[in-house]
């Protein structure tokens, strides 16, 4: 399977709160797991990402714990800001001769002042 | 700026007519990608190249889309007889080899509305 499931939808979060969005995968070939954020009228920027040898990977605010059994990955925005706001995707990838990313549908992230 | 560069940005056209649409990517990225982007969905893969060379193409991709990229530089996606269907954001994006999925780089976008 190709798809990357990825909730909620949309988040709706408390400036200084934690923001927190999961996606789960079917194909156990993946092996590499980025996350990008998406502004309005740009095209989605690498955030961070993790490879399935490691549980957990921090960057400033930003975490993705990863779940290798449970097929699970997330997203935790640590202190959110309101300039947060944006669409975020999570995505997968088989790393070889395309390096072609899966998607999943996005969440919209609201980060109220 | 030394990112990808998508032009237009946005292209309105009416049914069945044909466009065109530029990608230059960052100079020293062989690879180059097209995805897909409908509203409120993840981009989704359309066709990649490596260098000049087309080596995986989407089943998105009908027989009126074609991609090319010749010389290994610029690219160029060209959709016949667009149908309302078409409308959606169409994202560039660039890669080093070896880079995998973490040196991707994506332009930001034509957006295509076909009325």
């Known amino acids: 399977q190709q798809q990357v499931k990825q909730s909620p939808q949309s988040l709706i979060v408390q400036k200084g709160g934690i923001s927190i969005i999961n996606c789960a995968y079917e194909?156990?070939?993946?092996?590499?797991f980025p996350w990008y954020q998406q502004f309005p009228g740009k095209g989605p920027a690498l955030l961070i990402a993790?490879?399935?040898?490691?549980s957990e990977k921090k960057e400033g605010r930003f975490t993705i714990s990863f779940n290798k059994s449970a097929k699970q990955f997330s997203l935790h925005i640590m202190d959110s800001q309101p300039g947060d706001s944006a669409t975020y995707f999570c995505?997968?990838?088989?790393?070889?001769?395309?390096?072609?990313?899966?998607f999943g549908t996005g969440t919209l992230l609201a980060v109220q002042p | 700026d030394t990112g990808v560069s998508q032009n237009p940005r946005h292209k309105i056209t009416k049914r069945g007519q044909n466009v065109t649409f530029r990608c230059d990517p960052i100079s020293e990225h062989n690879r180059l990608y097209w995805y897909r982007q409908t509203l409120g969905q993840g981009p989704e893969f359309l066709t990649y190249f490596q260098n000049e060379a087309q080596l995986e193409k989407s089943r998105l991709l009908s027989d009126r889309f074609s991609a090319e990229r010749p010389k290994g530089s610029f690219s160029t996606l060209e959709i016949q007889r667009t149908e309302q269907g078409d409308s959606a954001m169409y994202l560039c994006?660039?890669?080093?080899?070896?880079?995998?999925?973490?040196?991707?780089?994506f332009g930001s976008g034509t957006r295509l509305t076909v009325v």
């Open positions: 995505a997968a990838t088989q790393r070889g001769a395309t390096n072609k990313l899966i």
């Open positions: 994006a660039s890669s080093a080899l070896g880079q995998g999925g973490y040196g991707y780089t």
């Open positions: 993790i490879r399935p040898d490691v």
């Open positions: 194909n156990t070939a993946f092996d590499y």
